[in-house]
Nanobody, 116 residues
Framework: QVQLAESGGGLVQPGGSLRLSCAAS????????MGWYRQAPGKARELVANMASGDNTNYGDSVKGRFTISRDNAKNTVYLQMNALKPEDTAVYYCHVLSVRGGNYWGQGTQVTVSS
């Protein structure tokens, strides 16, 4: 099992920045991919960004050029730097881990609200 602890959400004005963190514990040696999804009210959960063990990254189209994912393997932590935030970025952001055996693990979610 992998446990995930997220932090860093909150309220920010349009154009502002936030940084999310997600620390993994437990069977961290089994982690292949770490990343973030988000879900806005009434919408499906969507990929924000993820990063595999080889540092290959994927971004959702709506965040490319504004968000940056990074990973500290020594700390088993993944970060999401979010810049130029827009109201449409408002959502609950979930940390996600995919293990080498295909197991999916989710954090409890952290609220990000972009509003003036």
């Amino acid at each position: 099992q992998v446990q995930l602890a997220e932090s860093g959400g909150g309220l920010v004005q349009p154009g502002g920045s936030l940084r999310l963190s997600c620390a993994a514990s437990g069977r961290v040696f089994s982690i292949y991919l770490m990343g973030w999804y988000r879900q806005a009210p009434g919408k499906a959960r969507e990929l924000v960004a993820n990063m595999a063990s080889g540092d290959n990254t994927n971004y959702g189209d709506s965040v490319k050029g504004r968000f940056t994912i990074s990973r500290d393997n020594a700390k088993n932590t993944v970060y999401l730097q979010m810049n130029a935030l827009k109201p449409e970025d408002t959502a609950v952001y979930y940390c996600h881990v995919l293990s080498v055996r295909g197991g999916n693990y989710w954090g409890q979610g952290t609220q990000v609200t972009v509003s003036s």
